[in-house]
């Protein structure tokens, strides 16, 4: 089955920094790449995706890339805020485009990046 | 638009004994997920419905846990009996007809096994 790793598990920025957090996935017929955002004791929010027929997605502040080949994506969120402070997920799934057996629609998560934002 | 809603959203039980949690998914979403969140942890499948058939429940401990979708739209999870480590966050989702992959979570439901 697929496998998510994410770095770091925690990120301290000053206001105004960029930040930036790193997955890396192990099936290669993944092909949709969703991050999530949760504030504490709140539930999971989409704030981007990307799909493995793009290479960069940006939304704002925050931007999302995609190497297929090295099987690895990362978010970017520039001029951070306070309010960015939050566990940041990546996940991995096999997506429309590849429709067919149990794995469709399971997303697989990372471990979660612990973002805080200094003031 | 209204979002997926679950309940209760908290919930403190004693070892063995059952306890369900209920989720609305979003108005037109036919596919549903329960997740699971341990502490510190990302959200782990337990189980998929596209409309009231379950398609993925490979990750689902069914010597405790069953769940149900009667009528393609509301659902309920639950676990009997429940034991210590049952105790983390139940997570529901829905995404649109198949083939839409944005899932859409609720707030969960923290359980508390004593």
């Known amino acids: 089955g697929e496998n998510v790793e994410q770095h770091p598990s925690t990120l301290s920025v000053q206001e105004g920094d960029s930040a930036v957090i790193k997955c890396t996935y192990s099936?290669?017929?993944?092909?949709?790449f969703p991050w999530y955002k949760q504030e504490l004791g709140k539930r999971p929010q989409l704030i981007i995706d990307?799909?493995?027929?793009?290479g960069e997605k940006k939304d704002q502040r925050i931007a999302v890339t995609l190497n297929k080949t090295a099987k690895h994506f990362s978010l970017h969120i520039t001029e951070t805020q306070p309010e960015d402070s939050a566990v940041y997920f990546c996940?991995?799934?096999?997506?429309?485009?590849?429709?067919?057996?149990?794995?469709?629609?399971?997303?697989?998560f990372g471990q979660g990046t612990i973002l805080t934002v200094h003031p | 638009e209204a979002g997926v809603v679950q309940s209760p959203r908290y919930k403190i039980i004693e070892k063995k004994q059952p306890v369900a949690f209920w989720c609305n998914p979003i108005s037109g979403h036919n596919t549903l997920y329960w997740y699971l969140q341990n502490l510190g942890q990302g959200p782990e499948l337990l189980i998929r419905?596209?409309?009231?058939?379950?398609?993925?429940d490979s990750q689902l401990p069914k010597d405790r846990f069953s769940a149900e979708r009667l009528k393609g739209v509301d659902s309920t999870l639950k676990i009997q009996p429940a034991e210590l480590g049952d105790s983390a966050v139940y997570l529901c989702a829905s995404s649109a007809e198949s083939g839409g992959d944005e899932q859409y979570f609720g707030p969960g439901t923290r359980l508390t096994v004593t």
């Open positions: 996940a991995a799934s096999m997506g429309a485009a590849n429709a067919g057996g149990t794995s469709y629609g399971k997303l697989t």
């Open positions: 099936d290669s017929a993944s092909n949709y």
């Open positions: 419905y596209e409309n009231e058939e379950a398609v993925d």
């Open positions: 990307i799909r493995s027929n793009v």
